[in-house]
């Protein structure tokens, strides 16, 4: 906190708590998005959440399958067989 001229003026610096997984508390199947005070987790590609509470990208269930996008579950690019 600053005071400056009877004003008062708070200056918070955020921390990127999708940097380390001690930091947040998204599952391992989960994107996380770093925000201004804090950070949202969204299951991948693929994986189901069975949250209903609002509380998104903690627990992210099943498997990609070959039926799915297999690249999408896994982050993948689909290589040119073309030269």
């Not at 930091?23 to 994107?31: D, K, Q, V």
């Not at 949202?40 to 609002?54: L, V």
């Not at 509380?55 to 498997?63: A, F, H, I, T, V």
Request: a negative charge; proline letters at 1%; aromatic letters at 8%.
């Amino acid at each position: 906190m600053i005071l400056n001229n009877n004003v008062e003026i708070n200056i918070f610096t955020d921390i990127d708590e999708c940097a380390s997984t001690d930091l947040n508390t998204c599952h391992r199947r989960a994107n996380c998005s770093n925000t201004n005070g804090s950070y949202e987790c969204r299951c991948r590609a693929g994986y189901d959440d069975p949250d209903t509470s609002g509380n998104l990208g903690r627990q992210c269930n099943g498997m990609c399958s070959i039926l799915y996008n297999l690249f999408a579950c896994f982050g993948l690019q689909a290589r040119s067989t073309q030269d």
